[in-house]
DNA sequence: GCTAGACTGCTATAAACTATAGCAGTCGAT
DNA sequence: ATCGACTGCTATAGTTTATAGCAGTCTAGC
């Protein structure tokens, strides 16, 4: 009798999962980042002005939870808040945001082509797929979408 | 610019995994059980006889946090706690664990098929496959050594 | 204009989960 | 008989995720 979680793709995908993202925040203590941090910083980079709400949208993160996590980083100096409205801050890297992003960008890299490399060559092309693809809520077409407007839970 | 982490396996991972194991314990929900419970309610049943400590090593559990959890099990009247040595204990189902497990079996398995679902017929077959590779340490090759003995952690 | 409803950032708090250090006792091999 | 590895355990702390609620703000419809 063999271990019959091994065939459940639930299990699979979460321990694939922790083992990556453990092994990513490895690779970015050096920086002294945590990979939410990198996330938050690529998003920022990616999408300047983008509302610290509609980040949180676009990363999963409650609003509530938004707060010390964007106040961390802005402390740090690597992100600014700018109030857009009365109510709405956007979010832009500084230039020490940029710098460091460039180095972390380096280090995701590297973790992308381990995390290939354990994938036999003829199944990497589909790895980004399969992935996206039990990700429901994550299409491409849908972040458009959440990161305008709210209502898309 | 479209979002930058849409491209990135170990993001994808992540967010798969987070929204799979959201949903899991949302369906476990009525049976109250959660997505480790289940594990290790299939894990007992599959290897009677495992001992707490190999069972934290297959489950990727620590030593110190399989107390309390085991404890809850045993409480709840779904395992026993067999003394096999007079340091190691082995787990067993009780046949109240049994039946809600055959209960558990079948709320997985509608996870399952809602997961395998969502990717593309040609693309289901690789599911299995794509995960296991990327989760690097837990080839079925693997998971024998961690059972019998330890040191490969 | 003005109001109702949705939205923002925030506080406070709790539930899970994960991780580390250390302890007493036990086992196995030399 | 002893040394090193192992087991179950306590205690503790850090991380992440979730909920409820508040004051203030914006917007759409009347």
Redesign the interface.
Same mark, same amino acid.
């Given at each position: 009798?063999?271990?019959?979680?091994?065939?459940? =793709?639930?299990?699979?995908?979460?321990?694939?999962?922790? =083992?990556?993202?453990a092994e990513?925040n490895a690779r970015l203590a050096p920086l002294d980042l945590r990979?939410a941090d990198v =996330?938050m910083l690529?998003?920022a980079e =990616?999408?300047p002005g983008l509302t610290q709400s509609a980040a949180g949208r676009?990363l999963?993160i409650q609003r509530a939870n938004m707060v010390p996590f964007v106040e961390h980083l802005e402390r740090r100096g690597l992100l600014r808040r700018r109030q857009v409205d009365r109510r709405s801050q956007a979010l832009e890297l500084t230039r020490s945001g940029r710098m460091l992003l460039k180095r972390a960008r380096r280090v +995701?890299s590297a973790?992308?082509a381990a995390?290939?490399g354990?994938?036999?060559p003829g199944?990497r092309p +589909?790895? +980004?797929? +399969?992935?996206?693809?039990?990700?429901?809520?994550?299409a491409?077409r849908d972040?458009q979408r959440r990161v305008r407007g709210p209502s898309a839970g």
């Open positions: 009798m063999q271990d019959p979680l091994l065939n459940l =793709a639930g299990y699979l995908l979460r321990r694939a999962s922790s =083992a990556a993202l990513l990979h =996330a690529m998003l =990616a999408w676009v999963g +995701v973790h992308e995390l290939l354990r994938v036999p199944l +589909v790895v +980004v797929p +399969v992935l996206t693809a039990l990700w429901q809520g994550g491409l972040v």
